[in-house]
């Protein structure tokens, strides 16, 4: 791939040193660069590149222009009014997505990096004496679990340009081959197994997880390679339900953090990258004052049941919608497009709150569509009822939906209350199953599909079939 390794590492070896105050106790080893741990490792060394790993998952998640904000307006679960920045609107919106920019030339170049970073990580493992096998075997298993992650932001948003997966190579070497998408989906499924696998085979971590992990592990205790299984597992079962192969999505969601029972249930325990103001951390930039929501949340909502206990109270929304977002006094909008308008406002974060990557809520919304296409139709309407009924607050569908097509539309609905505003997933769910994107405007706005290669990768790459395609032309067959 383009994205060149020192590149990266001189600017303070991902940036795992300066952005540490995420709950990381990163050791001060004078800003050490790739050139030390490749040739003189130490398990110092690779405990705190390890601990760079976290950092560089969460790069780009809740910044104005990160995954969150992008996707939710390409998917219109949100808008961003930015005066100062009309490519909100025009990229975003009316489209195309520039290539060459901080809006379509995204969710490449960063996970890349971080995913050579994991490369020098393993590699250096061979040459450390001071780590048992049990200690690199679960080094190595957390790696090939965020390697997995980062090669699925890369995918899920680029979708049918493909992207290159054998990456892990000597610089001045001929650059790595793009693989369709399916091919990196394979990949993506070997990295998680291998990394189930390797964390298996260890006791303990040798460096700290930040505190976006701790649902994971038991109380009081520190999380264990066991308790990442939990979340590589997760991982896999999302991955399985993007590929619709529901029988892995199944046996992985047996073998993740998934709690289903409503006695027990949590729909918040998760995975998380948190947020402070502590020095040198990042804070969540999704409470920007020009993100607003988009009104169809409201059009589109459900009521809650009448209770009869109070049956001069009229009911209200459902659950989900009156804890997420606020609707405003008055009517707001972007200066040079009248069909941008809103009256509502996310309420779901402030500078500090962490953003889910993955939650016990998704896990039972992949179960009931595992269940439904592997055949057990009751048992995908009881998860969906699950969380109708406990997260929405609304009434159960009390009848068996009567094809795939009806099913969908009650799935992408509990999805889209349920995870909005969180990482994309409207717009991940809406291509996934083949349903057209919303367009506030079809004479003047676009479909946004994919975003495409970045420039500079073109630029290395002179014919490379897949900088043909833009954000909104689909692939032949696509």
């Not at 600017?11 to 709950?23: E, R, S, T």
């Not at 004496?129 to 890369?154: E, M, N, P």
């Amino acid at each position: 791939m383009y994205t060149k390794l020192p590149a990266f590492v001189s600017a303070g070896f991902l940036g795992w040193v300066a952005l540490a105050g995420c709950d990381l106790d990163v050791p001060n080893l004078n800003n050490p660069g790739l050139d030390q741990l490749q040739d003189n490792p130490t398990a110092a060394l690779v405990n705190s590149a390890a601990d760079g790993l976290q950092v560089g998952i969460r790069g780009g998640k809740a910044a104005t222009t990160g995954l969150v904000n992008q996707l939710g307006i390409l998917g219109r679960e949100s808008y961003d009014f930015d005066s100062a920045d009309s490519r909100f609107v025009t990229e975003e919106i009316s489209g195309p997505e520039n290539r060459s920019d901080a809006f379509g030339g995204v969710f490449w170049a960063a996970n890349f990096a971080n995913i050579q970073l994991g490369f020098a990580i393993v590699h250096a493992l061979d040459k450390v004496a001071d780590l048992s096998d049990s200690d690199k075997a679960g080094i190595r298993g957390y790696v090939h679990t965020l390697q997995a992650y980062d090669f699925l932001i890369v995918i899920e948003t680029h979708r049918e340009t493909g992207a290159p997966i054998d990456v892990d190579r000597p610089l001045g070497s001929a650059l790595a081959p793009f693989v369709t998408e399916a091919e990196v989906y394979v990949e993506i499924n070997r990295l998680l197994d291998l990394g189930q696998t390797e964390l298996a085979a260890s006791d303990a971590f040798t460096f700290d997880l930040n505190s976006g992990f701790n649902d994971l592990a038991q109380p009081m205790e520190s999380v264990t390679p066991a308790d990442f299984i939990l979340f590589n597992r997760a991982l896999r079962a999302r991955v399985a339900a993007y590929t619709a192969d529901y029988p892995a999505a199944l046996t992985a969601l047996q073998e993740s953090f998934l709690v289903d029972d409503p006695a027990k249930l949590d729909f918040t325990t998760g995975v998380y990258f948190p947020y402070s103001t502590a020095a040198g951390d990042v804070t969540n930039a999704l409470i920007n004052k020009a993100i607003y929501a988009h009104p169809a949340l409201l059009t589109d909502v459900q009521m809650q049941p009448q209770n009869p206990a109070t049956p001069m109270v009229p009911p209200g929304p459902d659950a989900r919608f009156q804890a997420k977002l606020t609707v405003l006094k008055d009517t707001v909008g972007f200066p040079t497009d009248a069909s941008l308008k809103t009256t509502l406002k996310f309420a779901m974060y402030t500078n500090v709150t962490s953003v889910p990557l993955i939650r016990n809520e998704e896990l039972i919304l992949l179960k009931a569509e595992a269940l439904w296409f592997t055949g057990d139709k009751a048992g995908a309407l009881a998860e969906l009822n699950i969380v109708r009924t406990l997260s929405g607050k609304l009434a159960p569908i009390a009848t068996v939906p009567a094809d795939d097509t009806a099913f969908e539309d009650a799935l992408l609905f509990e999805r889209r209350y349920s995870l909005l505003f969180e990482g994309g997933h409207r717009w991940l769910d809406l291509l996934r199953f083949n349903r057209p994107l919303p367009l506030d405007d079809p004479q003047k706005h676009v479909q946004n599909v994919r975003y495409p290669v970045p420039q500079a990768e073109c630029d290395a790459r002179p014919g490379e079939p897949a900088c043909v395609l833009t954000s909104i032309v689909p692939a032949a067959g696509g």
